[in-house]
């Protein structure tokens, strides 16, 4: 089930590039489409998890660098922080950042391969939402053409659409 939902999520990664969504890219390599985190950047770059998984701190830098009505994209986002009594952490599946409306929004997306809708996965998602919003409260998340603020952040769950098969959130 792990292997289907990673090629889920390349398949996603594809139809997003496809749409001219630009791939954020913290390793710097240069393929075509990705934008490069800074080589001049130690403190972000020190950062990425030998897991493949970029901090919250290396999101900001990446999406820093965009062009202001650039739409792009970082998959695997280590998310971790205080909920009440628990200490929380997690994987963002992808973080998309567009222009709408002259305002720039980040979309959070949690990609399941499984069709049915599941309280768990809901539950993961507002989970996510409690420590992005935490984030934003300590660092402002600057990015060319403003500032994203908590209301300008949008959660949702992506899965596979019962009847045609393809990719919806």
């Known amino acids: 089930l792990q292997m289907k939902g990673e090629q889920r999520e390349d398949e996603w990664a594809a139809a997003l590039v496809d749409e001219g969504v630009q791939e954020a890219d913290p390793e710097g390599d240069d393929d075509a489409g990705d934008i490069p985190l800074a080589a001049s950047d130690n403190e972000a770059q020190n950062d990425l998890n030998n897991d493949g998984t970029i901090n919250w701190a290396q999101l900001e830098t990446l999406l820093s660098d965009t062009s202001p009505n650039e739409p792009s994209f970082a998959r695997e986002v280590a998310i ?16 998309i950042l567009r222009s709408e409306e002259g305002n720039r929004r980040l979309r959070i997306v949690e990609t399941k391969s499984s069709r049915k809708d599941r309280t768990n996965q809901r ?18 998340l600057f990015v060319p053409g403003g500032i994203v603020e908590p209301s300008d ?5 992506g899965r596979i659409d019962e009847s045609t098969n393809q990719i919806q959130d």
């Open 80 to 95: 971790e922080g205080q909920i009440g009594v628990f200490q929380v952490s997690g994987r963002v599946d992808f973080a």
């Open 153 to 157: 952040v949008e959660y949702v769950v």
């Open 123 to 140: 539950i993961q998602v507002a989970a996510y939402k409690l420590l992005i919003e935490q984030q934003l409260a300590e660092n402002h």
